[in-house]
């Protein structure tokens, strides 16, 4: 399933995000940037302790911001960690910092020249953001930053199961993808 925005594509698949061969693949982090479980925890057992020895170095990262190290071991270029928020009911800015967390991955990735990006569903595991709305947020403000943007050509959305790819399908599909 995928949507065309201009002469970009968001493309959704499932999978496991470790494994795609892409300019730059996004990770879920937690704000110390230092490893952590779920899909935090595959890119750094997969990409090896250079990942580790980078992240270490910049500090940590604010929920909603994102920070860009090499990828080790994996087949892409760039990591771009991404913090996202934790859902505390809604009434807290989740909503603005998780499409912040997308809208800044896609900006980290446009300053290194990504052509193809890869993403996982942020905040939607431990995090706890609700997955339908989790989605929305995150193929909305895809789509807008590709609507004003020509050098990133296609967005992955790389999902885990087939209730996560099916859940982002009906987001998909009211945007007006097919």
């Not at 193929?139 to 590709?146: G, M, P």
Request: proline share 3%.
């Amino acid at each position: 399933m995928e949507l065309k925005v201009g002469n970009a594509r968001i493309v959704l698949k499932q999978g496991d995000i470790t494994r795609e061969k892409v300019d730059a693949i996004v990770n879920a982090a937690n704000s110390s940037l230092l490893g952590g479980g779920g899909v935090d925890g595959a890119i750094h057992r997969v990409g090896g302790p250079d990942i580790l020895a980078e992240s270490s170095k910049l500090g940590g990262c604010a929920p909603g911001d994102a920070k860009v190290t090499g990828a080790g071991k994996l087949e892409a270029k760039w990591v771009v960690h991404t913090v996202g928020p934790i859902w505390n009911g809604g009434q807290a800015g989740e909503d603005a910092t998780l499409a912040s967390a997308y809208r800044r991955s896609l900006e980290e990735a446009k300053a290194r020249g990504a052509r193809s990006v890869s993403f996982p569903s942020i905040s939607t595991g431990a995090y706890g953001f609700p997955l339908d709305r989790a989605a929305g947020i995150a193929l909305k403000a895809v789509r807008d930053f590709l609507a004003g943007d020509d050098t990133i050509a296609t967005v992955n959305m790389v999902l885990w199961s087939s209730h996560d790819l099916a859940t982002y399908g009906r987001a998909l599909a009211a945007l007006g993808g097919q």
